[in-house]
């Protein structure tokens, strides 16, 4: 009999409308599973309390979904989780738990349980796919499964809101990562963005990620780059992606993005924003504990 342990963070799927909107709501996704589980399934589930919208899942509760997963003995772990943050979440955990030797599968849906949506559908292919199923991150939603490395929600409402940016395996073995307390964001560069601005912000982060343009370029204004160059050197970590979807960064390719390279800003490559978000914040987490 296959052991599996449900991990219910919140997130639309487990909603139920409320005076000001859609809130989380005790027992829906428990009800669901009893109702959509086989009966050879043994289902233990570990819920959020209180359970969360996934505007307000971070970093501490990434570690906390980590630990459960790295200390459950079953076959498999299922995360209900919000789309919103959806892409966050599944870059973190493919990090965090890379070489893991069973399946972990996110689930989320556009409609909450009991509503005529998606819901019953996702959190049955869910069901489906954390039983033996391949190990590693994945997303069961719209029908599909999709490695959680590098989503993209692409639609604020439809059904079908995810798609995938293929990018490179974290590496193995498999040992649990943690995410450290630590001030890291992702800023986009916009035409006419003030230097002055941007050094106020980096001056309040140990890291980013800045979304550039194209193939990596950025404006030429020599302040913008004396804000870079000022960061890194005071030991600000900074990482590059592009602001396009697909492609990645071609470092060299434009004299406009030499300024960036000079500074000392990483090359993220192909990776999505929130991918390169998740890999720098290992990265410094791991500095921070003396494994770096």
């Not at 919208?53 to 209900?80: C, E, F, H, K, Y």
Request: glycine letters at 14%; charged letters at 15%.
């Amino acid at each position: 009999m296959a052991r599996i342990l449900v991990v219910h963070t919140g997130g639309t799927i487990g909603m139920a409308p409320g005076p000001e909107g859609l809130r989380p709501a005790a027992g829906l996704v428990e009800a669901a599973l009893q109702a959509l589980a086989p009966e050879a399934l043994t289902v233990e589930v570990l819920a959020f309390d209180p359970l969360v919208d996934s505007a307000d899942i971070g970093p501490a509760d990434w570690n906390r979904i980590t630990d459960a997963v790295a200390d459950w003995q079953g076959d498999g772990v299922l995360v209900t989780h919000g789309t919103d943050t959806m892409a966050f979440t599944g870059a973190a955990l493919s990090a965090a738990l890379a070489g893991i030797a069973m399946p972990v599968v996110l689930c989320g849906s556009m409609t909450p349980l009991g509503m005529g949506g998606d819901a019953e559908a996702n959190l049955a292919l869910a069901l489906q796919a954390v039983q033996g199923g391949q190990a590693g991150v994945w997303l069961a939603f719209a029908g599909r499964l999709m490695p959680a490395s590098g989503l993209v929600k692409h639609h604020a409402s439809e059904a079908d809101a995810f798609r995938v940016v293929p990018q490179q395996s974290d590496p193995g073995p498999f040992r649990p990562r943690h995410f450290a307390d630590l001030r890291l964001a992702i800023l986009t560069l916009t035409p006419g963005l003030p230097a002055s601005a941007l050094a106020a912000m980096l001056a309040e982060l140990d890291g980013a990620v800045l979304r550039v343009f194209g193939a990596g370029t950025m404006m030429g204004d020599p302040a913008m780059a004396a804000v870079l160059t000022a960061a890194v050197a005071r030991g600000c970590a900074l990482r590059a992606v592009s602001q396009c979807e697909a492609g990645g960064l071609a470092e060299g390719a434009y004299a406009a993005g030499e300024a960036l390279w000079r500074a000392g800003v990483g090359n993220g490559g192909a990776e999505t924003a929130e991918v390169a978000l998740v890999r720098l914040w290992l990265a410094l987490s791991d500095q921070r504990a003396g494994r770096g």
